[in-house]
């Protein structure tokens, strides 16, 4: 459905859009993207986002490995996915053209920087003639706009310095994307005037190119339609633009608040995990206290502690560094003091793709320390839900008074979507007991939950014997008698299980039971909800689940996998869940592995559902 505008243009009604914004590391596209997104979260389109970006902190300018992408999913109905491939693609030079150009849908819509496609910049990106020049993007709508130059003469009475002129050209793409797109320009100025407001200079630059290329859009005949996309329909709310990692960290405020207990995080900066340490070091006015320690031993050492003494105690990290807190998280769980310890899992191993995602270390979590160290996983499936399964970490903590270990990845953490601003009410108080009275005092007595006494150090009467050796059963005395060690890695173990009890039975979207169950866990659940409706829409009949709890399972999940006759695991690793799977339940999982440093593609589950059912993928 299109209208038609004064100035004779036709604006189009689309459902959704997915949107990659790329160029070189210096361009200022991740900025350029959340700006989008914050703008489109702005007008009440639900949204999902990707940001991929070098783990380099500046790789040569022009080169294919020096570009940085944020890609955007946008619509007027629910958005689970940064989108497969982009139907419109803003490309600031030759390198972020050739990365990016194979996955764009076809017909697709391609904007360009046309000043950067020189002879030096078509070099570096490894082409042998200007595509925008030849035939070799037949296939898209392709749109050369010079921006460099028209910026350059935007900018020219804002006193800026010639390297301030042309980093300001994303803003000009920005304008441009929002005239496109049928955007309002003031929440972006107004964002510049906050944060600029000692440099006039700075705000006449961005503004003045945020305009030129709105108005370029406008007043030239570069393009015939413009588009527009619907608000969607989202439950009744305040609403923001939201992070993975922000939403852990606020997630872990309200945890702090819930259990009256002072926030305590001892961290050391590893990407993509940094950003919640930077996110906490901002809350100073809730009580929450940080430690940038000098590396993962010191983060996790000073968090069990500040949870020794009583405080909500929470260490991030991501793969390399949960390897380095191995140690100490074994220490965490034989003094049985309740420890979060957040991984933001990312490619590996060693080093690895520090800026890309991966399901990489869910053995590790499971298993990756000395002795038998059963701790509690969960998995945050979105960045939203990473606010939720923080608060969810912490009230097992303290209520079983054991380390748990919070999943989530690259993806979810750096990405971005709606989130609806829960109410005070909504959240359920996380109750605390910590021993005051010294009668009948044991330093390793137990309760309902098997989880010993929290004695808080200098509580008159309860001094006690606190390390990493074996503790006797109930007086928590050192030894080495073997059938103690016994009892007490059994009571470990069953403590954990015990969380059964309180954690909900996993739930079958679709029928309870057939031929073929979808089971996800983390951040997959977007790409698999996509792939299910589009499955059903061809007409195959298939089921879907999605685990936030690994350790322990949901009580129901055996009976929930023994009703179907297949069972397909995708995951962004070489199977680990699959393993655990069988292992535990003794099924033959079918598994479905990609390893790209992205999220799986809808489409490719899509065809996987088709293999296995012998259903037409068309």
């Not at 070189?24 to 979260?41: E, I, N, P, R, V």
């Not at 496109?180 to 006449?204: D, R, S």
């Amino acid at each position: 459905m299109a209208k038609e505008e004064k100035n004779g243009k036709k604006i189009q009604q689309l459902e959704n859009v997915t949107v990659m914004f790329a160029g070189d590391s210096g361009d200022g596209m991740q900025l350029t993207g959340t700006q989008f997104s914050d703008t489109t979260a702005f007008l009440g389109n639900d949204l999902s986002t990707l940001p991929d970006y070098p783990s380099e902190i500046r790789a040569p300018l022009g080169t294919l490995y020096g570009v940085s992408g944020f890609q955007l999913h946008f619509g007027s109905s629910n958005v689970y996915t940064p989108g497969d491939n982009p139907d419109v693609l803003v490309a600031m030079n030759p390198a972020a053209l050739k990365v990016n150009v194979k996955n764009l849908k076809p017909r697709g819509i391609i904007i360009c920087n046309s000043d950067a496609f020189d002879a030096k910049n078509l070099k570096l990106a490894e082409y042998d003639s200007n595509p925008i020049e030849d035939d070799s993007l037949s296939e898209f709508k392709v749109f050369p706009v010079p921006i460099t130059s028209l910026t350059i003469a935007a900018l020219k009475d804002c006193g800026l310095k010639p390297k301030e002129v042309t980093r300001s050209k994303n803003f000009f793409a920005l304008g441009l994307m929002y005239w496109l797109f049928n955007e309002p320009l003031e929440p972006t100025l107004e964002w510049v005037n906050q944060k600029f407001a000692k440099k006039p200079e700075i705000i006449c630059g961005n503004e003045k190119a945020l305009k030129s290329g709105f108005y370029l859009g406008e007043n030239t005949e570069l393009f015939a339609s413009r588009y527009k996309i619907a608000k969607a329909k989202l439950p009744s709310g305040t609403y923001r633009s939201i992070s993975g990692n922000e939403a852990t960290a606020i997630g872990l405020i309200a945890a702090s608040k819930l259990s009256g207990l002072p926030l305590f995080l001892g961290s050391y900066p590893i990407t993509p995990a940094t950003d919640i340490l930077h996110h906490l070091s901002k809350y100073k006015n809730f009580g929450v206290k940080t430690l940038q320690a000098e590396d993962e031993i010191a983060g996790i050492a000073s968090s069990i502690g500040a949870s020794f003494g009583g405080n909500l105690a929470v260490t991030t990290t991501s793969g390399p560094g949960l390897a380095l807190k191995t140690e100490a998280t074994g220490l965490a769980l034989m003094a049985e003091l309740p420890l979060v310890i957040v991984n933001v899992q990312r490619g590996g191993p060693s080093t690895g793709l520090p800026t890309k995602t991966e399901q990489s270390d869910l053995l590790q979590a499971m298993y990756g320390r000395s002795g038998e160290s059963p701790v509690a996983v969960i998995a945050a499936t979105s960045p939203s839900d990473c606010f939720y399964m923080a608060i969810e970490a912490c009230r097992l903590a303290l209520k079983y008074m054991v380390p748990v270990i919070l999943l989530t990845d690259g993806y979810i953490a750096n990405g971005a979507e709606p989130w609806r601003i829960p109410h005070t009410s909504e959240l359920e108080k996380i109750e605390v007991t910590q021993r005051t009275d010294p009668e009948g005092f044991q330093p390793y007595d137990r309760d309902e939950n098997l989880a010993r006494p929290w004695a808080v150090p200098g509580t008159p009467g309860l001094e006690h014997r606190i390390g990493g050796l074996e503790k006797a059963n109930i007086t928590g005395n050192v030894s080495h008698d073997p059938e103690n060690h016994h009892l007490m890695s059994q009571i470990r173990a069953e403590k954990i299980e015990n969380m059964q009890k309180v954690i909900p039975d996993i739930e079958v979207d679709g029928d309870e039971e057939g031929e073929l169950l979808i089971l996800g866990w983390g951040g997959t659940m977007g790409s698999i909800i996509e792939a299910v409706k589009d499955a059903r829409k061809k007409g195959l009949k298939v089921s879907r689940a999605h685990l936030q709890y690994i350790n322990p399972f949901p009580k129901n999940l055996g009976e929930v996998l023994s009703k179907f006759d297949k069972v397909l695991v995708p995951e962004i690793n070489m199977g680990q869940l699959a393993k655990i799977l069988r292992e535990r339940y003794l099924i033959p999982v079918i598994q479905f592995n990609k390893m790209r440093g992205l999220p799986l593609k809808t489409f490719e589950i899509t065809e996987k559902i088709a293999e296995i059912l012998g259903g037409n993928n068309d």
